[in-house]
């Protein structure tokens, strides 16, 4: 069962492009301007890399504190759409170019995180489902 629905909500889905999405964020464009009308369809949160690898999935617009190059080597990995980096971060300068060679779009908003995900939720922009629960093997 979803979770939207198991908290009684119904999910609303609806396609964002980024250049809405850098709008509703107030954000700036570090790289791709040419890449704003691009659609996405979810978004997904975390500063772990590892968590991204594990839910991440195509077309995923991935918001994130982590601000080094190797958020885009994740977002290259699962093919996600676009970086937005939260709390003002700015990548380093080899995270800017592998993004520009990948072609991934960077953005960054003075948003803190929680605040950058209600306001793409609030819009109908949907997330990744949560994860199964861990059965206890006792």
Do not use: W
Request: overall charge neutral; proline content about 4%; charged content about 25%.
């Amino acid at each position: 069962m979803k979770y939207l629905e198991v908290c009684g909500m119904r999910p609303i889905k609806v396609k964002m492009t980024l250049r809405q999405i850098k709008d509703l964020l107030q954000a700036e464009v570090i790289t791709g301007n040419d890449l704003l009308d691009e659609e996405i369809t979810a978004a997904g949160a975390s500063d772990l890399m590892s968590d991204v690898l594990a839910f991440g999935r195509p077309g995923l617009l991935l918001l994130t504190g982590l601000s080094n190059s190797q958020s885009v080597r994740t977002a290259s990995i699962i093919d996600a759409k676009a970086i937005v980096y939260v709390r003002g971060k700015i990548p380093d300068k080899e995270g800017t170019e592998l993004a520009r060679e990948k072609r991934i779009p960077l953005l960054t908003t003075r948003f803190m995180m929680y605040t950058a995900c209600g306001l793409l939720f609030s819009h109908g922009l949907s997330g990744i489902d949560v994860p199964p629960e861990k059965k206890n093997h006792e």
